[in-house]
């Protein structure tokens, strides 16, 4: 016998997301392939997650052709994908923000710890590249970080070992997902001598440790993740977990889910080291040798460290145009937080071939902060909050 049910309205989920600055991520990376994630330091909430190249959701309702079904599938930049929180990548010099913990907390490194660049690093019967092929010369660790050092952190590598490196990038929660409320979160990797071995079953090479602490190599890591690290430095060392629900509330107003921060870790680092590396990442972006100095925003003092990640291979056919016999352009990368003091966003950017991170990524990821620290307001515009106070000695 047939009957009728009265329908039951839903409950109204309430996110996190600032649909303003959403749309300004969005349009920012309209163009080109990547992600770019901002969440709150304070917290761990998600204030905007953009992956592109994106696709319209309304042809699912509507009806799609099976060869409209066949292009979006076959698309070499994987639109289908949320690259924020799907797609893995090697996070590039990034990385050196936790070897230079690494190297502190272990006393392998202090801050007058110096090493001469002369562009190159021998090691066995292989020539290790710095990204300056004409070097950096004498390279103490604010240097090494401003100016991104490879060399500087070759050696620290070496002292450090991989599964130290491993222990503390654990730590800053690279390696596991981050616990995020939406489904297929990757993981990505952080290498130790043992994965190779079972993974392989063949040992771990010391010179593999170079790759690995310059964020080459094995390492893959997810955007959601290096926001993260981004934050956790900024707020001083406490890792969240983060989240994009912040209330769920009945038809009638009824409040029955309210986010609440969530901790899962404190960096097993001291108050010096942490200091000392967001020392690096001030100069970073606001010294003149700095890598990102072209992002910089007046007024306001961001932190933040760029990244260039080597990709070993890609379509000569895919949809940017790349033609046989082209060299591959490396990813570019970008993470940031700010203000310095009581930071309000921490952002993880990264635009796919991009080539650079201080020319592709970092102004993406300045305009966000810009953005969301502004308000909306025009360019150079910044509110007395988040006026930039000049770092004492050794911040």
Not at 259 to 279: A, M, W
């Amino acid at each position: 016998m047939l009957s009728t049910v009265d329908a039951v309205p839903g409950h109204n989920i309430v996110l996190s997301i600032d649909q303003t600055l959403q749309m300004k991520a969005e349009q920012l990376l309209a163009d080109q392939a990547g992600a770019a994630v901002a969440v709150n330091p304070s917290n761990g909430q998600i204030l905007a997650m953009a992956s592109s190249p994106s696709f319209d959701q309304n042809a699912f309702i509507s009806g799609m052709s099976h060869d409209a079904w066949k292009v979006l599938i076959s698309d070499p930049l994987h639109p289908l994908e949320n690259k924020a929180i799907q797609a893995e990548y090697p996070p590039a010099s990034t990385y050196k923000i936790i070897a230079a913990a690494a190297g502190l907390e272990e006393g392998v490194i202090d801050k007058n710890t110096s090493v001469f660049c002369p562009g190159f690093l021998k090691f066995g019967n292989r020539t290790y590249r710095c990204w300056k092929k004409w070097g950096h010369g004498e390279v103490a660790l604010l240097k090494a970080l401003s100016e991104s050092c490879d060399v500087y952190f070759y050696k620290l590598g070496q002292e450090l070992g991989v599964d130290r490196l491993a222990w503390y990038a654990s730590a800053f929660g690279l390696g596991e997902p981050t616990g995020v409320d939406l489904d297929h979160e990757a993981g990505g990797l952080i290498p130790t001598a043992q994965w190779k071995k079972n993974r392989t079953g063949v040992s771990w090479q010391k010179g593999e440790t170079l790759s690995v602490v310059i964020g080459q190599g094995f390492n893959l890591v997810t955007p959601l993740q290096m926001a993260m690290v981004a934050a956790t430095v900024g707020n001083g060392g406490t890792r969240y977990r983060p989240k994009i629900v912040k209330t769920i509330r009945t038809a009638d107003g009824k409040t029955v889910y309210e986010s609440v921060p969530e901790v899962k870790g404190k960096l097993p680092i001291s108050d010096e080291t942490l200091r000392l590396v967001r020392e690096g990442l001030f100069k970073a972006v606001n010294d003149r040798r700095g890598t990102a100095w072209a992002s910089r925003l007046e007024g306001l003092a961001m932190h933040g460290k760029t990244g260039t990640a080597q990709v070993v291979g890609r379509r000569d056919d895919d949809a940017e145009g790349e033609r046989e016999g082209e060299p591959i352009k490396d990813h570019a990368w970008f993470v940031a937080y700010a203000p310095g003091e009581n930071p309000k966003i921490a952002v993880a950017v990264i635009v796919e071939h991009g080539e650079h991170g201080s020319s592709a990524a970092a102004p993406v990821a300045a305009e966000i902060i810009r953005f969301y620290l502004c308000g909306g307001k025009p360019k150079g515009d910044l509110p007395l909050a988040v006026a930039r106070t000049i770092p004492t000695e050794g911040y």
